[in-house]
């Protein structure tokens, strides 16, 4: 237990659905963010959320659009996703520290299939 | 750009030791994290090195060499539990981590 959560666990949506995935973090940090893994590639950084602003976002179709309503709760919101789009989405809250000891945690992430 | 390389696979036995390889080229350094990833848990942190040489936790060591670029994983009495992807990301001068694609460390009896 890392003290991030992720709901749901697993999905499966088709193309023309609109789905959102959810993590909370009960660690008081001020950074998150969204990550995509995919089978035997590296993390991608998807967004980043530094006091509840966006500070990154990397180049991420707008079929993806975050939310972030407070340092606690991070949205994102899924719609006409692509087969490609399948993978685990992994959540993560940092202190932001601008130092070497800002260590990220993780939550379990939400494995995504998109049919 | 940016790289992070280490081995994609790797197999020891159950009370060995193993060291996992990581090697890296980027923008700037702020130091070097490991994380452990069991198959459909979270990664979790396992250890931070800033500064060159060895910095041991239980099991665990984990050694950096900032001029050589390459850190190494450290992995002792091994335990079946052990099994799981080993993920080396290096923080770069914007202080974004830099991920590699994980080792996956299977431990056979």
């Known amino acids: 237990e890392t003290g991030v959560t992720q709901t749901p666990r697993h999905l499966v949506m088709g193309m023309t659905n609109k789905k959102s995935l959810k993590c909370e973090q009960h660690?008081?940090?001020?950074?998150m963010y969204w990550y995509k893994q995919s089978a035997k590639k590296p993390l991608e950084l998807m967004f980043v959320?530094?006091?509840?602003?966006?500070?990154e976002n990397n180049s991420v179709p707008s079929r993806f659009s975050p939310e972030c309503p407070n340092s606690s709760h991070l949205f994102l919101h899924l719609h006409t996703l692509q087969p490609e789009d399948s993978a685990l989405y992994l959540c993560?809250?940092?202190?932001?520290?601008?130092?070497?000891?800002?260590?990220?945690?993780f939550g379990p992430g939400t494995r995504l299939t998109v049919l | 750009g940016q790289n992070i390389d280490q081995p994609t696979e790797m197999t020891a036995t159950e009370g060995a030791i193993v060291q996992i390889n990581c090697t890296y080229q980027t923008s700037g350094f702020n130091g070097l994290f490991w994380y452990q990833q069991h198959a459909g848990e979270a990664p979790t942190f396992l250890s931070y090195n800033v500064l060159d040489g060895l910095e041991e936790k239980g099991r665990f060591s984990s050694f950096l060499s900032r001029s050589k670029g390459y850190s190494y994983l450290l992995l002792k009495e091994l335990q079946m539990k052990d099994s799981a992807s080993y993920l080396c990301?290096?923080?770069?001068?914007?202080?974004?981590?830099?991920w590699g694609a994980g080792t996956k460390l299977i431990i056979k009896p």
């Open positions: 959320y530094n006091f509840k602003e966006q500070t």
């Open positions: 993560a809250s940092s202190r932001l520290e601008r130092d070497h000891t800002d260590t990220q945690y």
């Open positions: 660690l008081g940090h001020n950074a």
């Open positions: 990301a290096v923080m770069d001068s914007n202080y974004q981590l830099i």
